[in-house]
C-alpha cells in the first residue's frame, strides 16, 4: 500500500501536535493524511476520543491507517474496542504515555489512565524509545504484546517529539513507508449507508 492508496488519521496526543512536531509535517506532506481533531487537547477524555478516531474511520472513503502519538495511542487503544475488523488497515503507534505518567498529566479522565490490554483488531508497530522519559520500554513492550504489535526499539531517542529533536523524524518516515508496504492491499472501503 502507498500513502496516497490510505485515509492516514493523525492522532496527537496530550495538548496535540503542532507544526514543528513529526507529526504535523507529516500531515502537512502526505496528501491523504487528516488531523483527528479533539475537542479539547488539554483534557483526554476517553470516551470523547475514542469517539472522534470512531467517526473519522467510518467517515473515511479508503483504507484506514491510523497514526498516534503519546496518548494518542492510548486513544486508539480504547478506540479499538468499538472498530470492527477491517475497518482500519492498520496503526503507527509511537511513544506511549505510560499508565504513571498520564496519571501526573493535569486534567487527564482516570478512566483514560488504564489502557487496554486487548488485541488490536488490526495490524500495529509500536515505536518506544530506551530514554523515553514518559513511558519505559519495559511497558512499552507489554503493550505491544497486548495488542499483537510490532516492537520497535527507537533506541535512546527520548519521547520521539519536537522536544527529543524529533521534528521532521526521517527515520519515522521511511519506517512508515515500510510499515505502509507490509500492509496487505485493502480493497476499496464500502461506504456504508
Known sequence: ?????????IIPGWSGSGPDHW????LAKLSTAQLVEQEDWYKPARDAWASRIVAA??????????VAHSA????????????????????????????TAKRAIPGMEQAFTT??????????????SATDPYCTQDEAKALAEAWG??????GDSGHLNTESGHGPWPDG??????????LSAVPQKQIQS
Open 23 to 26: 507529526q504535523g509535517r507529516w
Open 57 to 66: 474511520v467510518r467517515a473515511a472513503t479508503r483504507p484506514v491507517v491510523l
Open 149 to 154: 504489535a510490532e516492537f520497535v526499539d527507537a
Open 72 to 99: 494518542g495511542v492510548s486513544a486508539v487503544a480504547h478506540a479499538a474496542e468499538y472498530l470492527k475488523p477491517g475497518e482500519v488497515a492498520g496503526a503507527f503507534l509511537v511513544a506511549p504515555a505510560s499508565e
Open 115 to 128: 489502557h487496554r490490554r486487548e488485541r488490536l483488531p488490526f495490524p500495529a508497530v509500536l515505536i518506544s
Open 173 to 182: 518516515l521511511l519506517r512508515f513507508a515500510g510499515f505502509l508496504r507490509g
Open 1 to 9: 500500500m502507498k500513502s496516497s492508496d490510505a485515509d492516514i488519521l
